[in-house]
């Protein structure tokens, strides 16, 4: 088990930029392939972005897609999500999620893969 807490949310205006950091602690949090979701009132949650447990593969939304990018540095125990050109639509809870992974390329879009979760970082973007 990993434990996970989120931080870096905010408020700030369309247009900026945030970046999230998820630091994980317990197990070798480098054995983990790692993803962002986010909850926006009344919506279920959806997935944002997920990288493998080495880096080398990341994986988004179609909604995010050449706005966000994640990344990990596993000497820090920490992934991170910047997130560019923010827009009111992406105003949510961000939680960030680990799964065990048993090879350096797994990555998976699907929350109920996912086995451990922090406790969310809230993101709110105005107009």
């Known amino acids: 088990q990993v434990q996970l807490v989120e931080s870096g949310g905010g408020l700030v205006q369309a247009g900026d930029s945030l970046r999230l950091s998820c630091a994980a602690s317990?197990?070798?949090?480098?054995?983990?392939?790692m993803g962002w979701f986010r909850q926006a009132p009344g919506k279920e949650r959806e997935f944002v972005a997920t990288?493998?447990?080495?880096?080398?593969?990341?994986d988004y939304a179609d909604s995010v897609k050449g706005r966000f990018t994640i990344s990990r540095d596993n000497g820090k125990n920490t992934v991170y999500l910047q997130m560019n050109s923010l827009k009111p639509e992406d105003t949510a809870v961000y939680y960030c999620?680990?799964?065990?992974?048993?090879?350096?390329?797994?990555?998976?879009?699907?929350?109920?893969?996912?086995?451990?979760w922090g406790q969310g970082t809230q993101v709110t973007v105005s107009s």
């Open positions: 990288i493998s447990r080495s880096g080398g593969n990341t």
């Open positions: 317990g197990r070798t949090s480098s054995s983990y392939a």
């Open positions: 999620a680990a799964v065990f992974s048993g090879n350096d390329f797994y990555t998976t879009n699907l929350g109920f893969q996912y086995t451990d």
